[in-house]
């Protein structure tokens, strides 16, 4: 019987390969941030240096500044490279922080008032 061997990554190479490269961060709560990784450990804990929160609503994104942040590993769900000069996807219009946030909350009011619909018109079934 032949077997052959292949070589398996160490756990943590994979993060050390991202050290100093400008990330995008998908969090357990939907949050995204973009940040340089500066240092991890063994538990994928980040430490991120000029971290923003990327906010997006329609075709309006903002950044929220954070400066250095340390995210728990458990909390991170996905994590990918940002080509440098491609910064947002194409589309999207950028404006200031106080603009993002204040459509930010237009949003989530105006999800609360569909489900409170939704919720006096369920006796409808209209699935």
Do not use: C, H, W
Request: charged share 30%; proline share 4%.
């Amino acid at each position: 019987m032949d077997v052959s061997l292949q070589e398996v990554p160490l756990p943590g190479t994979a993060l050390a390969e991202e050290l100093d490269q400008r990330l995008l961060i998908v969090l357990r709560d939907g949050r995204k941030l973009l940040g340089v990784l500066r240092s991890f450990d063994q538990f994928a804990n980040l430490v991120v240096e000029g971290a923003v929160e990327r906010i997006i609503v329609g075709d309006q994104y903002g950044d929220i500044p954070l400066g250095l942040q340390v995210i728990r590993g458990e909390n991170v769900v996905l994590m990918g490279r940002v080509e440098e000069g491609k910064d947002a996807p194409d589309g999207l219009t950028k404006v200031s922080p106080a603009a993002i946030k204040e459509a930010l909350k237009g949003e989530k009011e105006l999800n609360k008032l569909k489900s409170t619909i939704r919720a006096r018109m369920d006796f409808l079934d209209l699935d």
